[in-house]
Structures are given as structure tokens and as C-alpha cells.
């Protein structure tokens, strides 16, 4: 034992994981790691909610999928450790996706449009546009509709030419932010396999970590301020929200990049001395998406239950008014009657506006989805209502401030992973400091997700143990 100490920084899946690798590694004891976490709970955004639902399933309200399933390092850790079994507890829910309109009575893709395919060759073609070089401008989703298709016209049928610009609006419900504002340069996915929909929630993953750490974790604990090499005690010191103080010798800082980027407010972190301009500066250059989730329960399944999913596309024009309307967005819809054979319930996903007005306004869910998922009704009756609904909160949680990383026009995500990975020296707080950052965006593979966070939680905290050693 080197009789150091480790502060972390916020309880989600990146804190807990360092935490799990600090006392693994034999160096520090248990009373040398304290883990201080702003809200009531753990988990941060993986959030599994196993009460509300009225069939007696669990809903991810955050995290849901296990990305990149050939790599995901969650996913072989939980396999590994006994506590995910894939033949049980999980779904590649990856058919092809069923695609609806306003205009059109069911789904698209009967005629054999292949509009999917259109869909890949889009994203294939932004890949190829913005290898060419660095410097090629950069654009937003909707205008790049318009140069795919004006180059390659010639491929495309009159159906194709006419849904492609819509169709690539699916790209929303990954980011959570509308087309106009997506990057085109960093919008297309280096995907490391498929997606592996986690039927038993996300949450028993944040459950077994808690349950292999035995060091102090203090709930409602907000730090405030963080004093870099503060002569005090140990090097560095953290006010908390409570008034008090705690020196440290070690800190790994996992808070939300959309908390770390704020300059004021209370749940700002105020750092002194201040962080290094090149990193504020990084932090500005990424923003925040909101992705948002609505649960619907109902008495019956009244839509195809044979369908993994459902895109429906949004109309041609929109107004893109204060209130968001029906049709002016597309919506994704996971289809829990193929998740648990059965089960009545659909899971939609929503993107910036919509999100934030419909967690403003969870009332007015299902008058403003019902238009559109109407269209998926293959019953001989009218559409029912729910008899459950469920409306994520996540923009309107202070300490998430959104969902995930998402990169608009003229952003770039790389200048905040170099200056917050800490791998390289004269950059962020150097390659040595004794804060080490963590969390969703702070490393490139898995970067958003939920393994990108568990593995930059590994890398801060393997270097502490080399460090300490
Ligand atoms: C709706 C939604 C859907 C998603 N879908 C997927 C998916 O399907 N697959 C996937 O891989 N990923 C998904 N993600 C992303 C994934 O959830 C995150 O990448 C991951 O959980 C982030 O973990 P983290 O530890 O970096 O951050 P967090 O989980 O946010 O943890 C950070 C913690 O810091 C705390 N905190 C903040 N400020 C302070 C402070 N000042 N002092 C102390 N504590 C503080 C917060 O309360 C929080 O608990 C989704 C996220 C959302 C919201």
C-alpha cells in the first residue's frame, strides 16, 4: 500500500470502473479511494427503470444497446463474469428496418425500393467525401443529402431520389440533435460489429461493479471546486457541496464533458488555477445531443409484431417552429413485442428539439407521436391509447444536461480526446498530472458510449497504479 489516496469524480460507469481497477490492483486500500457523486444514485447515464412499467419489463432510459458487439469490452466483461448470458439476456434486434411515411400506406420497402441499401451507400459516400482530405469542408447532414444526390442521380430510382434526403434524417436518433445541425465529417460510424440490445437492462452492470468495490461512495456529494496542487494536506484539494473539504493525493474527473465545458451556474466546476485555454478551448469545439426516449405501453399489439424496428421518416419540409410538430421529425421505434415476444409496448426515440419539449411536456407525448405511429397500425380497429407512458428526463437533469456527446457543423471531437485522454505530453494537463480525466468522450473507441466510458475509467485508473507504485 502507498498510503496515497484516489478522489473520483462522479459515480457513473467510468468512475465506478476506475474505482474497480484502484482497489483490484492491491495499491491503494480501500479507506485511500473515495468515490463523490452530485445525485442520489449511481449510474449516472445508464439508468434502468424496472418499476414504472405496467407489463412488468425493464426500460434502459439511458444506455440500452451494447455497441460494437465484436469489441465491446462491457459486454465480454459481464459475459466473462457470469453476469450477462447473450442467448438469454440479449436481442440483436437488427432485421432490416421497416420504413413508413405520411403519404405512403405501410412500410416503403415493399416494392422492393431497397431504400436501406440507399441509406449505406449515403454513409459509405460521406466516409469516402471526407477522406480525401482534412481540410474538406465540413457541412451539415442536409446539405450533404444534396451533393450525394446530385452526384449520384444517375444510380437512383425516382423512389430512391425521392426518400434519400429523409431517410438520412435517421442519423438524428444516433446523435440526438436535428440534421440541420449534424456534422456531415464526423456523422458516419466506424461500427465494430453489430448491436446487441441488453434485455436484462444496463443497469445489473453498474449493480456488479457496486458490488466489487468496498470503498466509500458519497451520494448528493457535488464537488465544486477543484484546487490543483493546493499545498495542502496531499496535492490537490476538492470543496464539495456541503461545505467541506477533501485533500487528495490522486483524482480521476468523470463528469459529463456538457458540466466540465460550463464557465458559471451551480453545477459548474470552478478550477484553480483555471484549466488550460487549450482545453476550454477543446471543450467548446463539442456540444451536447439529446437523445430522448418515450415508453408506450398498451393493452394490445396493434402494430407488426415481426419488425425489430420501425424508422418512420419525417415530411419533406418543416417549419422548425418554437413547439416542435408531428411529421417534422423522424422518430426510431423499438419494437419490445420482438425484445419480449408478447409484450404491447413500444420504446421511441426522440432527438433535439422534440426531446427537450417533450420532457418539458411529457403530457403531450402521445398526442404528438400518435400521427406518426398510426401509420404502423395493421389492426382492423383504430389505435388505442397507452396505458402507460414513460418520458426520460435527461435534459432536464442538471448533472447529464443531455444524453451524449454529438458533434454539430464546424465542431471537432478530436482536440478534447487529446486533451483530455492525458496520452500525450505538453497537452491538457500533461501526460503526468495527477488528474486524470474519464467518461464518455475522453477516449476514441467506444467514444459516447457506454464501453468508451468503462474503458477511459480503466485507462485513468491503471496509470494512477503505475504511478503510485
Ligand atoms: C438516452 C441515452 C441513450 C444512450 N444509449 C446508449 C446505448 O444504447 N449504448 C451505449 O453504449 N451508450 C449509450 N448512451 C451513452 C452512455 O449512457 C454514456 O456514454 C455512459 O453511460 C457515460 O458514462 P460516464 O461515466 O462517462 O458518465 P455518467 O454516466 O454521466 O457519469 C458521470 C457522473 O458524474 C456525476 N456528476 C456530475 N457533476 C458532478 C460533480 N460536480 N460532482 C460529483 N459528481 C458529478 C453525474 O451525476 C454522473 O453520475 C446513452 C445515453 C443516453 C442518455
Not at 75 to 87: A, H, K, M, Q, R
Request: proline letters at 5%; a negative charge; glycine letters at 8%.
Amino acid at each position: 500500500m502507498t498510503g496515497k489516496s484516489v478522489a473520483i469524480v462522479g459515480g457513473g460507469i467510468s468512475g465506478l470502473k476506475a474505482a474497480h481497477v484502484l482497489l483490484e490492483s492491491g495499491v491503494f486500500a480501500k479507506e485511500d479511494i473515495i468515490i463523490l457523486e452530485a445525485q442520489n444514485r449511481l449510474g449516472g447515464r445508464i439508468k434502468t427503470d424496472r418499476e414504472s412499467s405496467k407489463l412488468g419489463v425493464p426500460y434502459d432510459l439511458g444506455a440500452a444497446w451494447f455497441h460494437d458487439a465484436l469489441t465491446n469490452s462491457v459486454l465480454y466483461d459481464s459475459i466473462e463474469n457470469g453476469t450477462f448470458v447473450p442467448s438469454k439476456d440479449g436481442y440483436f434486434d437488427d432485421k432490416d428496418i421497416a420504413i413508413y411515411a405520411k403519404e405512403h400506406d405501410g412500410p416503403l420497402d415493399t416494392n422492393n425500393w431497397k431504400l436501406a441499401r440507399v441509406l449505406e451507400d449515403m454513409e459509405k459516400f460521406m466516409e469516402l467525401y471526407y477522406m480525401e482530405g482534412l481540410d474538406v469542408k465540413d457541412m451539415s447532414l442536409d446539405d450533404f443529402a444534396k451533393v450525394y444526390v446530385d452526384k449520384y442521380k444517375v444510380f437512383l430510382t425516382p423512389e430512391q431520389l425521392q426518400y434519400c434526403s429523409r431517410l438520412l434524417r435517421y442519423f438524428e436518433l444516433w446523435f440526438g440533435i436535428p440534421s440541420y445541425e449534424i456534422s456531415a465529417k464526423y456523422a458516419p460510424m466506424d461500427h465494430q460489429g453489430r448491436n446487441l440490445y441488453d434485455k436484462k437492462g444496463h443497469g445489473f452492470a453498474v449493480d456488479h461493479i457496486v458490488s466489487q468495490i468496498d470503498c466509500e461512495i458519497r451520494k448528493e456529494t457535488q464537488v465544486t471546486r477543484i484546487q490543483r496542487d493546493a499545498k495542502g494536506a496531499r496535492r490537490h484539494r476538492l470543496e464539495l457541496s456541503d461545505g467541506s473539504s477533501i485533500d487528495t493525493d490522486y483524482v480521476v474527473v468523470t463528469v459529463p464533458l456538457s458540466i466540465l465545458k460550463l464557465k458559471e451556474g451551480p453545477q459548474s466546476i470552478t478550477w484553480e488555477p483555471p484549466l488550460p485555454k487549450p482545453v476550454t478551448e477543446a471543450l467548446d469545439k463539442i456540444s451536447m445531443g439529446a437523445l430522448g426516449k418515450v415508453v408506450l405501453e398498451f393493452d394490445i399489439i396493434w402494430w407488426d409484431k415481426t419488425q425489430d424496428r420501425f424508422n418512420i421518416v419525417p415530411d419533406e419540409v418543416s417549419s422548425h417552429g418554437q413547439v416542435p410538430q408531428s411529421w417534422e421529425y423522424p422518430i426510431f421505434i423499438i419494437n419490445y413485442a420482438r425484445v419480449f415476444p408478447g409484450t404491447a409496448s413500444l420504446v421511441i426515440l426522440t432527438q433535439s428539439p422534440v426531446t427537450e419539449y417533450l420532457e418539458s411536456h411529457p403530457a403531450q407525448a402521445w398526442q404528438y407521436l400518435k400521427p406518426m405511429l398510426s401509420k404502423l397500425n395493421i389492426s382492423s380497429f383504430s389505435v388505442p391509447d397507452p396505458i402507460n407512458t414513460i418520458v426520460t428526463d435527461w435534459t432536464k437533469n442538471p448533472f447529464a444536461r443531455g444524453a451524449y456527446s454529438a458533434i454539430r457543423t464546424g465542431e471537432c471531437p478530436d482536440d478534447v480526446i487529446i486533451q483530455l485522454s492525458g496520452e500525450h505530453d505538453g497537452v491538457g494537463l500533461g501526460a503526468g498530472s495527477t488528474i486524470r480525466f474519464a467518461g464518455e468522450y475522453t477516449i476514441a473507441d467506444g467514444g459516447g458510449c457506454i464501453h468508451g466510458a468503462y474503458d477511459s475509467g480503466k485507462r485513468a485508473a491503471e496509470w494512477i497504479v503505475e504511478h503510485a507504485k
